[in-house]
C-alpha cells in the first residue's frame, strides 16, 4: 500500500497538482484517494501501510489517481464525500468542496465568543452543500439552525447531509438571497462562508477550483459583494449578545479597506486558515 501512495504522490507532484480543497500536499492527496479505494477510514492503523494489494485493487487505485491528475477535479468530487468537523459530507459538483477553518470554530463551541449552552438558534448563511449548518447542529444539540442558500441546486444537496445526519427535525432548509426570505428571524450566531473571490481572481485560480460552482466562489470587482449585504443586514437578525462570524479569505485586505470603522476580530486557528472575523452585534452599524 505505501508503495501506491508514494506513487500517487510523485505523480502528483510531477503534473504541479493544486491542494486547496481539504488536503496540503501531494502524499496527504494520495493517501485519501488510496484509503477511498480501499474502503479503508483514515486515519490508518500503522501496520495497513505495509500490507499488500490484490490484483483487483491495484487498477482501482490507479484509475482515481490518473483521473485526479487528467481532469484537475478536487478530490472530495472524486470520493464523493468530505470530512468536516469530524462529520462525513456528501460532496458533489451542487456545492463547494466543504474545507472551511470555520469548522475548528463549530468544534470550539464557539468559546469564547459566547456561551455554547446559550446558543439556541443558529444561521449558516449561504449554506451550499449545509457542512456548517450540519455540523452546528451536531455540536450544538439543543439548537435550531436555518441553513440559507440562493442556490436551489446546492440546497439539494444540503438536504442530502442533513438526512444523512439525521438532523431534519432541527435544521430548515431555507431558499434565500442572504437575508430576503428569512422574514425577521433572529439568532444568537450567524455565521458565514459566502463567496468572496474578485473576479480578476477567479479567471487565475488553479484549474481544480473550475469544477465547483462559480456562484459559491465569485462576489464582484473586489469578492465583496455578499460581504456588504451581510454587514449590512446581520444586526436585525442577531439577538443581543449574537455574534456575527464570516469567512471573507483572500478578500480579507479589501474589506479592512471598505469598512475601517467596523473593530473586526480576526481569528486564529490551530489547524491553518485565515480571513475570518468576528463581530459582536452591538459592534455592527445600522439598526
Known sequence: MTDFVRWGASRFAAAGL?????????????????????????????????????DQERPRIAALI???????????????????AGLRMIADERALVPRSPIAELI??????????????RVLD??????????????????????AADISAEALTLAAENVQAQALADRVRIVQSDVFESLNGQVYDVIVSNPPYV??????????????????????????????RRILDGAKAHLRPGGI?????????????????ELPFTWLDFERGG??????RREELTGD
Not at 473576479?199 to 487565475?204: D, H, L, P, R, T
Not at 485565515?274 to 463581530?279: K, N, R
Request: with cysteine.
Open 18 to 54: 493544486h491542494y486547496g480543497h481539504g488536503t496540503q500536499d501531494p502524499v496527504d492527496e494520495a493517501l485519501l484517494l488510496v484509503a477511498h479505494a480501499l474502503h479503508l477510514p483514515l486515519p490508518l492503523p500503522n501496520e495497513f501501510y505495509s500490507a499488500r494489494l490484490t
Open 66 to 84: 490518473e483521473r485526479r491528475i487528467e481532469e484537475r477535479r478536487p478530490s472530495a468530487y472524486l470520493t464523493g464525500e468530505a470530512w468536516f
Open 107 to 120: 468544534e470550539q463551541g464557539f468559546s469564547p465568543w459566547i456561551d455554547p449552552h446559550a446558543v439556541q
Open 125 to 146: 448563511l449561504c449554506t451550499g452543500g449545509g457542512c456548517i449548518a450540519v455540523a452546528c447542529a451536531a455540536h450544538f444539540p439543543n439548537s435550531q439552525v436555518d
Open 198 to 227: 474578485a473576479e480578476a481572481e477567479f479567471v487565475s485560480l488553479p484549474a481544480e477550483y473550475g469544477h465547483e460552482p462559480a456562484l459559491g466562489l465569485v462576489a464582484g470587482e473586489d469578492g465583496l459583494d455578499i460581504v
Open 244 to 260: 456575527l462570524i464570516v469567512e471573507v479569505g483572500s478578500a480579507e485586505g479589501a474589506l479592512i479597506d471598505a469598512f475601517p
Open 274 to 279: 485565515s480571513g475570518v472575523f468576528l463581530l
